[in-house]
Nanobody, 122 residues
Framework: QVQLVESGGGLVQAGGSLRLSCVASGRTFSSSAMGWFRQAPGKEREFVAAISRSDGTTYYADFVKGRFTISRSNAKNTVYLQMNSVKPDDTAVYYC???????????????WGQGTQVTVSS
């Protein structure tokens, strides 16, 4: 069992930066691939970024490439999402997820956090 708790969301102006954190409980963090997803009001959940469990390979949705960076600290059981040059379209609830495969497919992640709200003002 893995429990995930996100933090770091809030209100930020367009063009600004924000760093989200997701702390995992349990002993399986280092063996889990981690992902970030988001869901805006009235829209479906969408993939943002993922990082592999071992060699740190990362994957990004096209709309965040060059702006967001996913990273992890296995010593701290934490995955991060550094968000730079944010846009109003980035407004959403951001969720972290843990699973066995590094993928953009949400249902392949077994564990999810409760989400943290990010609001970008124009």
């Amino acid at each position: 069992q893995v429990q995930l708790v996100e933090s770091g969301g809030g209100l930020v102006q367009a063009g600004g930066s924000l760093r989200l954190s997701c702390v995992a409980s349990g002993r399986t963090f280092s063996s889990s691939a981690m992902g970030w997803f988001r869901q805006a009001p009235g829209k479906e959940r969408e993939f943002v970024a993922a990082i592999s469990r071992s060699d740190g390979t990362t994957y990004y949705a096209d709309f965040v490439k060059g702006r967001f960076t996913i990273s992890r600290s296995n010593a701290k059981n934490t995955v991060y999402l550094q968000m730079n040059s944010v846009k109003p379209d980035d407004t959403a609830v951001y969720y972290c997820a843990a699973g066995g495969a590094t993928t953009s497919v949400g249902y392949k992640y077994a564990y999810w956090g409760q989400g943290t709200q990010v609001t970008v003002s124009s």
